[in-house]
């Protein structure tokens, strides 16, 4: 490890709230993690965070019973998994951090702990009898749910995109048949549509101190047509000397819409960009007096806008 510098975390275990992963106690993965955390710690001068395994959900009860007491300096991140809609019988993302999230799973943390940074580490979406543009759709908005979102409380900081590649045709999987088939990229590694707005969003977030939630601060109205399942997340990035520049995510799951967008923080007329999704970009400045964007399209669940708003002159 110390010869390996990129390497700065290491989990342990994986699921290990599901027994089909672990079928121990609570009590006994939380020795494990002890234990893990000391062996490494007495071997790696580099002292890598040590990550919870991943919970299957945002399981509060599990949580509690690995972190209560004095405990917190064993472990660094506390990860869930998401697959909201990893195959078509699941609930959309939107509706995925629930109660047990908000009311209980995030004060467990806050309170055993020392407010741990809250990641998810695994989310994905297969693509079997599905679209790659709906694999693509549903990375942004998850992005933005878990970043932006009222319900995200503005608890998580890291989200990973499971998994780069499909698996192997010919080989037998672990689960249903779906899971083959929740790469970026196909076996080979022919990049799948997801794989260049995974790689947009990134670049808008990764490395930047961003302040969410603020929704609040957003009002949409429709110009053309009318809403039916409309979703939008402000994400603002903090560019310091109190500046702040802001990510706009607009998208209605279910109706085609002209709307506008209201922002009570000003933006730059001068420089608003509409992201494709495939990475490719639009000025949309034409558009954009500083608070309010306008002629922003809008038609189902596949499209998804994104927007990136400079910092006000």
């Known amino acids: 490890m110390d010869d390996h510098s990129n390497v700065v975390s290491i989990e342990v275990w994986n699921e290990w709230n599901d027994s089909l992963w672990w079928d121990g106690t609570f009590a006994q993965y939380k020795t494990l993690v002890q234990n893990a955390h000391d062996a490494i710690d007495a071997v790696y001068t580099t002292h890598p965070d040590i990550v919870l395994g991943g919970l299957v959900w945002p399981h509060y009860e599990a949580i509690d019973a690995c972190t209560e007491g004095t405990f917190e300096q064993y472990y660094e991140i506390v990860p869930f998994h998401g697959y909201a809609e990893w195959n078509p019988q699941r609930d959309k993302v939107e509706e995925y951090l629930d109660s047990q999230y908000t009311d209980w799973f995030v004060?467990?943390?806050?309170?055993?702990?020392?407010?741990?940074?809250?990641?998810?580490?695994?989310?994905?979406?297969s693509t079997l009898d599905r679209t790659e543009a709906m694999q693509r759709s549903y990375f942004v908005r998850a992005i933005a749910h878990f970043f932006a979102s009222d319900d995200s409380l503005g608890e998580i900081d890291h989200y990973d995109a499971y998994e780069i590649k499909d698996l192997d045709p010919n080989s037998p999987v672990i689960g249903s048949e779906d899971v083959?088939?929740?790469?970026?990229?196909?076996?080979?590694?022919?990049?799948?549509?997801?794989?260049?707005?995974?790689?947009?969003m990134v670049a808008l977030l990764d490395d930047e101190t961003i302040i969410t939630p603020e929704n609040h601060e957003v009002t949409l109205t429709?110009?053309?047509?009318?809403?039916?399942?409309?979703?939008?997340?402000?994400?603002?990035?903090?560019?310091?000397?109190?500046?702040?520049?802001?990510?706009?995510?607009?998208?209605?799951?279910?109706?085609?819409?002209?709307?506008?967008?209201?922002?009570?923080?000003?933006?730059?007329?001068?420089?608003?960009?509409?992201?494709?999704?495939?990475?490719?970009?639009?000025?949309?400045?034409?558009?954009?007096?500083?608070?309010?964007?306008?002629?922003?399209?809008?038609?189902?669940?596949?499209?998804?806008?994104?927007?990136?708003i400079g910092t006000a002159p």
């Not at 083959?180 to 947009?200: H, I, P, Q, S």
């Not at 702040?244 to 608003?272: E, F, M």
């Not at 949309?284 to 002629?295: C, E, Q």
């Open 107 to 125: 004060p467990t943390v806050n309170n055993n702990g020392d407010g741990e940074p809250i990641w998810v580490n695994e989310d994905g979406y």
């Open 180 to 200: 083959r088939y929740l790469g970026l990229c196909e076996y080979d590694r022919t990049k799948k549509l997801a794989f260049n707005a995974v790689k947009m």
């Open 222 to 308: 429709a110009t053309s047509g009318r809403f039916r399942n409309e979703y939008h997340r402000l994400i603002k990035r903090d560019e310091g000397a109190g500046d702040v520049s802001q990510i706009l995510v607009v998208y209605d799951r279910s109706n085609t819409v002209t709307c506008k967008a209201d922002l009570t923080t000003a933006g730059d007329p001068n420089d608003c960009t509409l992201w494709n999704l495939d990475g490719t970009s639009t000025d949309w400045s034409s558009y954009f007096d500083g608070t309010t964007i306008t002629n922003i399209q809008l038609d189902g669940n596949d499209v998804v806008r994104v927007f990136e």
